[in-house]
């Protein structure tokens, strides 16, 4: 009975969490690997290897989604890393 009432808490909780948007970050050729990684670990609360990861898929692809969640938790980190010199937007 208590596992069940967790549960359907849990559900219900998930629920109100939005997750329908996200932060994109675009290479440029001006940033060093050090700083955008600086960056997402500062910024976006990556760890290292994260950020790495994500510093790595900008640089070959073009573009990376660094962060997803509501559209007003993202325009803050969205606005620090413009702030730092870099290339990001808010997509869906």
Do not use: P
């Amino acid at each position: 009975m208590c596992a069940q009432l967790v549960e359907e808490l849990l559900e219900e909780v998930l629920e109100g969490v939005d997750h329908s948007s996200a932060l994109i970050l675009y290479n440029d050729d001006v940033n060093t690997f050090d700083h955008v990684i600086d960056c997402l670990v500062r910024i976006c609360k990556h760890d290292e290897l994260q950020a790495e990861q994500c510093a790595l898929l900008v640089h070959f692809k073009g573009k990376c989604t660094v962060k997803q969640g509501s559209k007003q938790d993202l325009m803050a980190m969205c606005q620090a890393l413009l702030d730092e010199g870099l290339s990001a937007t808010i997509g869906e």
